[in-house]
């Protein structure tokens, strides 16, 4: 006797959807639905072609709209992703000169007050970034 295979119900095609859109395998959901693999390709083709894309859809909708509206991690995600926006190069400083430890206590005044003199440009130009 041959079998005759029933129609899948509305509620079997949105768990098919539902399970691949979220990336589950197909082997796992074919343990779930209780069917062959063969059999969920006959049946769920569409369902297993095309959850993935209409999941994104629908995130990257969500995720637009959070962008229009204001939120702006959102805005930044889209326009480094979508946008091709990218952050700025960090510039690297690089310093080369006397390494060691210095014992300032048997400088004089005077040449204190010259290596004073030489940092002060440096200090006013703000903390070197590295």
């Known amino acids: ?3 005759t295979s029933k129609a899948p119900t509305a509620e079997q095609r949105k768990l098919v959807q539902t399970m691949a859109a979220a990336g589950i395998q197909s082997e ?8 062959s693999g063969k059999t969920l390709r006959k049946h769920y083709r569409a369902e297993l072609d095309t959850s993935l894309i209409r999941a994104n859809a629908m995130v990257a909708s969500s995720l637009y709209m959070k962008a229009i509206k204001g939120n702006v991690v959102a805005q930044i995600f889209w326009l480094k992703t979508r946008a091709g926006w ?7 400083v ?3 000169g006397a390494i060691g430890h210095y014992d300032l206590s048997k400088l004089s005044t005077d040449e ?16 070197a970034q590295g």
């Open 1 to 3: 006797m041959a079998y």
């Open 28 to 35: 796992a959901i074919c343990l779930v639905m209780g069917v």
């Open 86 to 92: 990218k952050e700025p190069e960090r510039i690297q």
């Open 94 to 96: 690089q310093h080369s």
């Open 112 to 127: 204190i007050k010259q290596i004073v003199a030489i940092l002060e440009p440096a200090s006013a130009a703000g903390p």
